[in-house]
Nanobody, 121 residues
Framework: QVQLVESGGGLVQAGGSLRLSCAAS????????MGWYRQVPGKQREVVAT???????NYAGSVKGRFTISRDNAKNTVYLQMNSLKPEDTAVYYC???????????????WGQGTQVTVSS
C-alpha cells in the first residue's frame, strides 16, 4: 500500500506565502507524475499544478507566476511553493501521485488526505 502525507497548510494573510509538502511512502518502485489539486465546498476539485518524473510542469492559469511546483525524486516528495496568496486561493489542497509498486506494468493513482489553506483578506 502507498500513503501520501501532506503538510504545510495553515492560515496566512493575503500577499503571504506558504509551502506545501507531500511525501509518498510504502510499496514504491517508481513515482511517475505528481500534482496538487484543490477543492472548496460545493465545487469540483481542480488541478493547481502538475510535474512529471522528469520535471516538466504545468499550472492552472489562476496560479501561474505565483505558485511553483517541484519534486525531490530521492525522497518521493512533491512541493508547492505558494507566493502572493489571495483569498480566492482558500481551499483544501490535495496531492496526487501516480505510483508503480513494482518493476512490472501498472501505475496507480493515490491521493493525500488534504491540507487546509486559508488566506485572509
Amino acid at each position: 500500500q502507498v500513503q501520501l502525507v501532506e503538510s504545510g497548510g495553515g492560515l496566512v494573510q493575503a500577499g503571504g506565502s506558504l509551502r506545501l509538502s507531500c511525501a509518498a511512502s510504502g510499496r514504491i518502485f517508481r513515482v511517475n507524475g505528481m500534482g496538487w489539486y484543490r477543492q472548496v465546498p460545493g465545487k469540483q476539485r481542480e488541478v493547481v499544478a502538475t510535474i512529471t518524473s522528469t520535471g516538466s510542469t504545468n499550472y492552472a492559469g489562476s496560479v501561474k507566476g505565483r505558485f511553483t511546483i517541484s519534486r525531490d525524486n530521492a525522497k518521493n516528495t512533491v512541493y508547492l511553493q505558494m507566493n502572493s496568496l489571495k483569498p480566492e486561493d482558500t481551499a483544501v489542497y490535495y496531492c496526487n501521485a501516480g505510483v508503480q509498486p513494482t518493476a512490472g506494468p501498472g501505475s496507480y493513482a493515490y491521493w493525500g488526505q488534504g491540507t487546509q489553506v486559508t488566506v485572509s483578506s
